[in-house]
């Protein structure tokens, strides 16, 4: 089975703070994604990655970068946490079309 | 602004009964679209997909039904049961890449 997994499950943090989220997959699959998931707005692309260090953004990148130093694991970086990114953050990776998530972070930041 | 709209918001159905969630995009060069579902706590999964070749698709109690020149495509649940009780997603992407996603439907069972 395709397994991807995101670092933590629940994370607080303080405005300001810089915040890591990591994800890992074991399936050596070449594309990986961040979205996040608010009530109302279902999941929103931030970024997408087709390859080691290659990255694109999606919908909403402000606020978000992201590093894929290797193939198995994508990382979305909040440079300075601001309440208004308080959400659901799913990771998710492809092969060809199915993409295969993550169990999602719920992140507040207070 | 969402590249993929999704409807109703919310759905209620009977146990049995028939449960239809409707999708339209405007990127003519999606080529798959995608339906995941989701329940609380979980990430979504799969659930069924159909490239714009054919015009409907079904597995099992499941069928997408596509129409490429209205945009449109949807989902419909025959004989829904409480265990369907979960949140619906739409989805289309391109080129096997980035994949957007509509807003969500969430369908509650009635037994």
């Known amino acids: 089975d395709v397994k991807v997994t995101q670092s933590s499950r629940y994370l607080v943090k303080r405005t300001g703070e810089k915040v890591f989220l990591e994800c890992v997959q074991d399936m050596d699959h070449e594309n990986m994604f961040w979205y996040r998931q608010d009530p109302g707005l279902g999941l929103r692309l931030i970024y997408f990655?087709?390859?080691?260090?290659?990255?694109e953004k999606g919908d909403i990148p402000e606020g978000y970068s992201v590093s894929r130093e290797k193939k198995e694991r994508f990382s979305l970086i909040l440079e300075s946490a601001s309440t208004n990114q308080t959400s659901m953050y799913l990771c998710?990776?492809?092969?060809?079309?199915?993409?295969?998530f993550g169990q999602g972070t719920r992140l507040t930041v207070v | 602004q969402q590249q993929v709209k999704q409807s109703p918001q919310s759905l209620i159905v009977q146990k049995g009964g028939i449960s239809i969630i409707n999708c339209a995009y405007e990127?003519?060069?999606?080529?798959?679209f995608p339906w995941y579902q989701q329940f609380p706590g979980k990430g979504p999964a799969l659930l069924i997909a159909i490239r714009p070749d054919v015009s409907e698709k079904k597995e099992g109690r499941f069928t997408i039904s596509f129409n490429k020149s209205a945009k449109q495509f949807s989902l419909h649940i025959m004989d829904s049961q409480p265990g369907d009780s979960a949140t619906y997603f739409c989805?289309?992407?391109?080129?096997?890449?980035?994949?957007?996603f509509g807003a969500g439907t969430r369908l509650t069972v009635k037994p």
């Open positions: 990655s087709y390859d080691v260090k290659m990255k």
């Open positions: 989805a289309a992407s391109q080129n096997n890449n980035d994949m957007r």
């Open positions: 990127n003519t060069a999606f080529d798959y």
């Open positions: 998710a990776s492809s092969l060809y079309s199915e993409a295969f």
